[in-house]
């Protein structure tokens, strides 16, 4: 059993997480403060006194000339984000309970996390250790549903087929794989998306409940990292494409299922990304070739 006594403050995000210290790692279980409830499972507890106006993001202006021209706050909120904070409230009456089942509590978990506290629902974040975990955590709580705004490891059909669970893939309708904004930096794709998707036995293959799209091929060149695209564009997305999928589960309205057969299906199944996909041919790759497959493989995992 872990010892409290061996508990370390430490301030990331804005928030007070308790570490271990001998192991520098987190508890198992995490209770992040922001609910009256948490399972008996983890203890990292954290509090935090941010709000969803104080969550901004890089917003792309209007653009002149061909060039894109950005705010001065480097982490102004989507402006159309903003102003549907007032739509937000429109299914606030009916409180949910929400679970987030997720690797790491990220910059789209803690944006999610403030959105549904201002709609006035009860969320609850746990860490997604594994399948025998998240399903005794799922049972524990008792959520009206699941979601998973940064979950790699796969659901297991125990869980979703007792709890609806939706899954916050950062990729366009039919995209699917590990490395969705890798390979959409890479093949210099036009638009990319983040779509909301019901856990199923094929990963990311499930009934859609919401998504939301934005443009790449305005961006400066600077702006086209997978790590920027991911805070700046992918998070703001998220936020519009989780707020649709909750009006339509609030509202009854069936998911639409994924259909490669529709022409309107864009995305398609990817396989994981491998360093030899993205190496870098320093006798035949130009400048510009060299900047795109560095800056696919920005932060996690790297380019060797």
Known sequence: ??????????????????????????????????????????????????NLSDYE????DKLKE?????????????????????EYQSIAEMTLRILFLTN???????????????MGHTVMIELALSSEQMEQV??????DFIICPFLTKVVPESLYTKFKTLIVHPGIVGDRGMHSIDWALLEQKAEWGVTVVEAAKEMDAGPIYGTQNFPLDTLLPAELTKSKIYRNH?????????????????????????DYSNPAVKGTLKPTMKHSDCSINWECDDAKTVVRKISARDSNPGLR
């Open 104 to 118: 790491a509590h990220n910059s789209m978990s803690q944006a999610a996390y403030l959105m549904l506290k201002g």
């Open 1 to 50: 059993m872990l010892s409290y006594m061996k508990l370390r403050p430490i301030t990331t995000y804005g928030y007070q997480v308790l570490f271990h210290t001998r192991a520098w790692r987190p508890l198992h279980m995490v209770e992040f403060g922001f609910h009256s409830e948490s399972s008996s499972i983890n203890r990292i507890r954290s509090t935090s006194t941010r």
């Open 57 to 60: 993001y890089v917003q792309q």
């Open 66 to 86: 061909g060039v894109p021209k950005y705010q001065n706050n480097e982490y102004q909120l989507d402006e159309s984000v903003r102003k549907s904070q007032g």
């Open 234 to 258: 992918a998070v703001p997305a998220a936020l519009k494409a989780i707020h649709q999928a909750i009006t339509n589960i609030v509202k009854q309205v069936q998911p639409i299922p994924l």
């Open 138 to 143: 799922a049972t524990e709580l008792k959520p």
